[in-house]
C-alpha cells in the first residue's frame, strides 16, 4: 500500500519559476527521501533527509521534513526543462528489521521553455 | 562505475509463462530490493535481500519469488503470470540505511 501522498498530483510551471511539491505519511520514520523518475525508467535519488533533521540543501533544492505534521516538501529554484519528470517522495519506517522505501503516487512536473 | 543494471529490458509473455528477471548491484552494495511500478503509481516493495537472506517482503502472493546470490546479485520469479503483472519491475541496491538506493532502470514485463 501507498504510504502518503503527494501534492499536487501534477504541477506546470516556466523555466526560471520555482516549483514546489509536498508529501505526507503516515508512520513514524527513520528518513524521508525524494526520487525523480523520467518516463517511466529508473528513479534517480536526490536527496535524503533523516528523522532528527528538518531542513537540506543540495544544488537547486532545498527539503524540509516536519515530523509533527508527517510531512514534507521539495523545493526546486530556478526550474529547467530538464527538471520535467514525475517526483516521489519514499520513507524508511523507522525500527524495522529492514529498509524498505514506501512511495507515495508522485507529482508530475512540467516545465515550460 | 557501473550502476545498477538489469535485464531484460523488455518482456513480452503470455498468461499462465512464468518469468525470471535479473539484477546486478552497484559493486560493494549487499542490499537488493525489488519494487514492481504500475503505470500511474509509485513502486511497490516486493523484497529485500541482505547477504543473501531475505529481509522483507512485501504484498505480494507466493508466485513471486526471489533470491540473492554470493556475488550479491539476484532474481525475481514470478511464475504463472496474470494480466495485473504486468508492470516496470525496478531493482535497487544501497549501500546501507544512512543512503539512498540506486536504481536500475528496470525492466518493462507486458503480460498478453
Known amino acids: 500500500s501507498q504510504q502518503g501522498e503527494e501534492d499536487p498530483q501534477a504541477l506546470s510551471i516556466q523555466e526560471g519559476e520555482n516549483a514546489t511539491m509536498n508529501c505526507s505519511y503516515k508512520t513514524s520514520i527513520n528518513n524521508l527521501q525524494w526520487y525523480r523518475q523520467n518516463s517511466g525508467r529508473g528513479l534517480v535519488h536526490l536527496i535524503l533527509i533523516r528523522s532528527n533533521e528538518r531542513e537540506k540543501h543540495s544544488g537547486r533544492l532545498r527539503v524540509t521534513l516536519d515530523t509533527s505534521k508527517k510531512s514534507s516538501s521539495l523545493l526546486i529554484t530556478a526550474s529547467r526543462a530538464a527538471d520535467t519528470a514525475s517526483y516521489f517522495c519514499a520513507t524508511v519506517e523507522s525500527g524495522g528489521s529492514n529498509y524498505k522505501l514506501t512511495f507515495g503516487k508522485g507529482t508530475l512536473l512540467t516545465v515550460n521553455p | 562505475d557501473a550502476g545498477v543494471t538489469q535485464s531484460p529490458t523488455h518482456l513480452i509473455k503470455t498468461r499462465g509463462q512464468q518469468v525470471t528477471l535479473r539484477c546486478s548491484p552497484i559493486s560493494g552494495h549487499k542490499s537488493v530490493s525489488w519494487y514492481q511500478q504500475v503505470l500511474g503509481q509509485g513502486p511497490q516493495f516486493i523484497f529485500q535481500?541482505?547477504?543473501?537472506?531475505?529481509?522483507g517482503r512485501g504484498n505480494f502472493p507466493d508466485r513471486f519469488s526471489a533470491r540473492q546470490f554470493p556475488n550479491y546479485s539476484s532474481e525475481l520469479n514470478v511464475n504463472a503470470l496474470l494480466l495485473g503483472d504486468s508492470a516496470l519491475y525496478l531493482c535497487?541496491?544501497?549501500?546501507?540505511?544512512?543512503?539512498?538506493?540506486?536504481f536500475g532502470s528496470g525492466t518493462r514485463l507486458t503480460v498478453v
Open positions: 535481500y541482505y547477504e543473501k537472506e531475505e529481509r
Open positions: 535497487a541496491s544501497s549501500a546501507g540505511l544512512s543512503y539512498g538506493y540506486t
